[in-house]
């Protein structure tokens, strides 16, 4: 399993600071990516609450919660982030999804991501 799009600001050990992250990335395919994050399986949720970090952004973007396809793991606030400025993503992320759809709910190990987060300590 890997992680990805954790942001230092929100207290997440080993991430890359937001401002690091390029952004008004291009994307052919944006919808399908974003249709992706959007439909992983919300294994973990937290009760920090997090707001933009975008400049002049004031939303609370929610509590932090955490998805995955089986293999990749992302936290929800990336999925903002994405969508509104095309923050960029792994480039074995975005090729392993447009080459696969997500596998049957009842396919995807949760406990081996909740797992692998707890041994991450990224939080």
């Known amino acids: 399993m890997e992680i990805i799009g954790l942001i230092k600001e929100y207290n997440q050990k080993n991430a890359k600071s937001y401002f690091d ?5 291009l994307y052919d395919h944006k919808v399908q990516i974003l249709n992706y994050l959007q439909s ?3 294994f973990a949720v ?7 970090l975008i400049p002049n952004d004031k939303n609370i973007i929610g509590g932090i919660s955490y998805y995955t ?4 793991i992302w936290p929800n606030y990336i ?13 074995d992320f975005i090729t392993s999804i447009l080459q696969k759809k ?14 692998f987060l707890k041994e991450s300590d990224i939080t």
């Open 79 to 91: 999925l903002y982030y994405f969508e509104k400025e095309s923050i960029e993503l792994p480039k």
């Open 21 to 25: 992250y390029q952004k008004n990335c």
């Open 40 to 42: 992983g399986i919300c």
């Open 102 to 115: 997500l596998p049957p709910q009842n396919k995807i190990d949760t406990a081996e991501a909740v797992n």
């Open 46 to 52: 937290t009760m920090k609450v997090v707001q933009s």
């Open 69 to 72: 396809d089986g293999y990749w």
